[in-house]
């Protein structure tokens, strides 16, 4: 017997983001670039942690464990017949929409509905869901059309009863009871491969008062997405009007046409993970939209244009592929400062693109001018960093940055290159932040080299911990050094109330790769994990010199996980094998499409999806010594490889301005 076709909340959610969505998912002939393991993001994101922590708000509830449709309905409406009640996971069905609530309390006629989300908000601020206008901030919207979702079906199903509707949310203004609570919510496994949280017998009324997650009422935002419509045009349906629609065409099985739109960059349908085995959705739903034939996916589209906002507007004019561009459409100018402009280097692409000319532009004299202006030794660092839901110490706050490791590599002014350090802190309930700056101060401090970082990331997390560490009443002694050394390496965040600008605060090369230098092969994307295989295709200079096994050798380049390495292998079409996929796999229990989504790069200031899943897993899963050594060592030799190619993309520079 087949499972009946409903329309899941998570199903609306999808159908939300593109209609089409819904004819492609669950389809395993269709290529996804979304995890197949949900269980890694909400590992990542403490998804599972918080939605058990919830259910202790709420004591005494019952759980509905089965994955039968029917059996879960069952046991939920059996429960609903009691006056008062409180059901986790309640089931709940009407025509062919079925929703799972998170939380479900019922006490008379009234049904509250709680939709729990590992995602933080701020108690202390009035309207955080909206914006200018009165309309949704786009960040909220997923998650209110969720909540919405639910109560238009349980109102539908219960009409007799009051609904009401809430999101629990991780506050950022609270503080976290106790120390230790988030170890008190462990990942386990279970005999059928299910993993799940096992929640420890030592968890005390203590931990939960007062309570780091906020319940927020959200009916009258409820009431406003149904008065709406999805667009101001006048074919627009409500929000009730696409749920039939949804659920109609689902129950079905039958595709609803799109248009081409914005929405169509980041669809996980539209993955370049698509191979002959596997159907593309872009292809199906373009080829039915734009009436392309084969050849016509061959060509780049303004979709593959960096940071560009004016897509809508091509789109509507009915401009997709970047050889059909002109400079009107781009309009190209100067910001007056050294380098390009975004708009002209958005033009240097597309003319590259039009010109098939695969050589790198290079902006030598401000490139120069940025070496001259640095001191030797040169010291590249990259750090990796987490924000844990539930925080790891009492007092803390929901979602407060965590740095838990980083990598240091030199580069003498002889061209001798070392790796010198690095810092890994991922025991398990440990706060490292204190220990890191320590330790990062001690790599640092001894001399006045040029520091450089690859984003803004390590300047942002640098000021966090200064902030942590004048908040904190229980600071280290060597507080006031350890503020003095942050200010000295970087500059004052926007959110600071002070500000300064350090005497050798860290030189940028993500910005530095923007303003000055541009390779045909990144198409266009500013990741170092675009860069690095660019600059190493492109330069015969970094060819020959890591093709032998130098690294790690005994008389090459020091490194502190490497052995007899050659950074430079080639596969059978004389290209360069990207660096980053020659390491082993950090986990050897995931698909290798998960791997390879994990350790991809496709946000630009995005750091680290692998390394992040890695320090939560060490974190919330019981696992052998060996298993977690593994895991540990992987985390160094990914991380030292950050900072090395780093040392490499400015070699490369380096041979390039022939100095």
Not at 402 to 414: G, R, T
Request: aromatic letters at 12%; charged letters at 30%; one cysteine or more.
């Amino acid at each position: 017997m087949n499972k009946p076709r409903y329309l899941t909340k998570s199903r609306f959610k999808l159908a939300s983001e593109c209609p089409t969505k819904l004819f492609y998912t669950g389809k395993k002939e269709y290529a996804n670039k979304k995890l197949d393991d949900s269980f890694l993001e909400a590992l990542a994101n403490g998804g599972f942690q918080v939605g058990e922590l919830a259910k202790f708000y709420f004591p005494g509830g019952h759980d509905i464990v089965s994955l039968d449709y029917n059996d879960a309905l069952s046991q939920t409406n059996e429960l609903l017949r009691q006056e008062d009640v409180i059901i986790y996971e309640a089931a709940i069905c009407t025509e062919n929409l079925f929703i799972r609530a998170d939380i479900l309390v019922k006490r008379g006629d009234t049904i509250q509905l709680i939709e729990v989300k590992a995602k933080s908000f701020d108690s202390s601020k009035e309207n955080p869901f909206l914006g200018r206008g009165n309309k949704l901030k786009s960040v909220w919207k997923p998650y209110l059309y969720d909540i919405a979702f639910q109560k238009y079906v349980t109102s539908q199903a219960f009409p007799k009863y009051n609904v009401e509707a809430f999101l629990m949310l991780a506050d950022k203004s609270a503080e976290c009871p106790t120390d230790g609570l988030n170890q008190k919510f462990k990942i386990i496994t279970d005999k059928r491969g299910r993993k799940g949280v096992l929640v420890s017998e030592n968890l005390k009324e203590e931990d939960l008062s007062p309570q780091i997650l906020s319940k927020v009422n959200v009916d009258p935002i409820c009431d406003l997405i149904y008065k709406g419509k999805d667009n101001d045009e006048e074919q627009a349906l409500s929000f009730t009007e696409r749920i039939k629609l949804y659920a109609e065409y689902y129950a079905k099985d039958e595709k609803i046409e799109s248009l081409v739109s914005t929405a169509c960059k980041n669809c996980e349908f539209c993955s370049d993970l698509d191979n002959e085995e596997l159907k593309s959705g872009k292809k199906e739903c373009w080829s039915k939209a734009l009436r392309w034939t084969e050849g016509d996916f061959k060509y780049l589209t303004i979709f593959d244009i960096w940071d560009f906002r004016k897509k809508a507007e091509l789109i509507d004019s009915g401009i997709i592929k970047i050889s059909d561009l002109i400079e009107e459409n781009i309009l190209p100018e100067s910001d007056n400062k050294p380098g390009i402009s975004k708009t002209e280097r958005q033009w240097i692409q597309i003319e590259k693109i039009q010109k098939n000319d695969q050589s790198a532009w290079f902006d030598k004299e401000n490139m120069i001018r940025e070496f001259d202006a640095w001191t030797y030794p040169l010291h590249f660092i990259d750090f990796e960093t987490s924000m844990a839901a539930i925080p790891f110490n009492r007092g803390r706050h929901p979602y407060e940055g965590i740095a838990f490791q980083f990598s240091h590599h030199v580069v003498h002014e002889d061209g001798t290159i070392e790796h010198r350090g690095e810092f890994l802190n991922a025991k398990p309930g440990e706060f490292p932040n204190y220990h890191f700056t320590r330790a990062l101060k001690l790599e640092l401090e001894k001399d006045d080299g040029t520091i450089f970082m690859y984003s803004p990331h390590e300047n942002t997390y640098l000021n966090h911990i200064y902030q942590q560490l004048y908040a904190d009443d229980n600071a280290p002694t060597d507080r006031d050094d350890l503020c003095q050394f942050i200010r000295e390496i970087t500059k004052s965040s926007g959110s600071s109330s002070e500000t300064w600008l350090g005497e050798r605060h860290m030189v940028d090369m993500w910005q530095m790769v923007k303003r000055f230098y541009y390779d045909p092969a990144t198409n266009g994307s500013n990741s170092i994990k675009q860069v690095l295989p660019a600059i190493l295709n492109s330069s015969t200079f970094l060819q020959k010199k890591y093709q032998k096994p130098i690294y790690g050798a005994k008389d090459g380049i020091k490194s502190l996980n490497f052995k007899d390495w050659a950074w430079i292998k080639f596969n059978d079409e004389e290209a360069v094998i990207d660096p980053y996929k020659q390491l082993p796999r950090m986990f050897t229990d995931i698909s290798d499409n998960d791997f390879a989504l994990l350790i991809s790069d496709d946000d630009e200031i995005n750091n680290g999806g692998a390394a992040l899943t890695a320090y939560a897993r060490l974190q919330f899963e019981d696992m052998s010594s060996y298993e977690r050594t593994e895991i540990e060592q992987s985390l160094l030799k990914y991380c030292e490889l950050d900072t090395m190619a780093m040392v490499m993309i400015y070699e490369g520079w380096k041979d390039m301005l022939d100095i």
